[in-house]
């Protein structure tokens, strides 16, 4: 897969050298390249923010950079990227937006920083390619580098060979199967007792008909006290006697 980042802070993006992205990157499961949104600015500032039309507080960036720097990325490859472009006014980030993202070739993420970007830009892109405009999340932040990082990882972890063992995707928070509508659950690991605190019985027992039950319990558990509308959404056919109990 071949992901560009265009932003005015570069180094913000270095986190994509380390732990499981770089590894990608460095086995080559991912070509991941980083551009300064400012070799396409052309004053002697540099500039590439402006005022808004209409007025009101922060800066609006200007159209023509992002123009020439998505023109020049989109000319360098094969095909047509799926343009992800961070903003908290765009639809959620779920893991069901990770995996389809996780099986495009190409995408092609614009950070921004200030009030966002001049809406011609996105409504250009909008009429040639599959652009989509995504938020992580019900809070506002200084710029959209933080929540590239967030996608990128989500969407990086899913590639074919990237994680270790196909498995690990299987019981995670929100994976579809099973425990499709559920949190996962607790973990533990050796040692057996640590500060006086021991591991639950179930996991010990070799039963992995009742280690599964109990995992699953545990999932409800947990989904019910964190997130309760995750249970108002689902299916109810998902759910059996037993979890009616807890
Ligand atoms: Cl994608 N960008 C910014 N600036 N703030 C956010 C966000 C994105 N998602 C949640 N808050």
């Known amino acids: 897969m ?3 980042v265009v932003t ?22 991912l070509d991941v390249r980083v551009h300064d949104l400012r070799a396409w ?5 540099n500039t590439v923010d402006d005022t808004p039309y209409g007025g ?5 960036m200007k159209p023509e950079p992002w123009g020439e720097a998505l023109d020049s990325i989109i000319e360098s490859g094969e ?15 779920t893991q069901e937006l990770a995996v389809e993202l996780s099986e495009k070739p190409w995408l092609v993420f614009t950070p921004a920083r200030y009030e966002g970007i001049d809406r ?9 390619l599959d652009v989509r405009e995504v938020s992580i999340g019900d ?31 299987r019981d995670d928070s929100f994976a579809p199967g099973a425990m499709a509508d559920l949190l996962e659950g607790p973990v533990y690991t050796k040692p057996p007792e640590w500060r006086g605190r021991g591991i ?20 409800f558990r947990r989904t019910v006290r964190n997130r309760p509308d995750l249970i108002e959404r689902a299916d109810p056919a998902a759910f059996d006697k037993k979890d009616r109990e807890i």
């Open 79 to 93: 095909g047509r990227p799926v343009i992800v472009v961070p903003t908290p006014s765009g639809r959620p980030f």
């Open 41 to 45: 600015a052309h004053d002697k500032h």
């Open 200 to 219: 639950p019985d179930v996991l010990l027992s070799g039963h992995h008909g009742k280690i599964a039950r109990w995992r699953r319990d545990e999932a």
């Open 139 to 169: 809070y506002v932040l200084a710029g959209g580098e933080a929540p590239v990082l967030v996608m990128v990882e989500a969407v990086a972890r899913l590639l074919p060979g990237v994680l270790g063992n196909a498995e690990s995707h």
């Open 56 to 60: 009101g507080p922060g800066m609006v």
């Open 8 to 29: 005015i802070f570069p180094e913000y993006l270095e986190p994509l050298n380390v732990s499981l992205v770089g590894k990608a990157r460095a086995r080559g499961q």
């Open 120 to 128: 011609r830009v996105i409504e250009e892109y909008g009429d040639r």
């Open 2 to 4: 071949r992901l560009d």
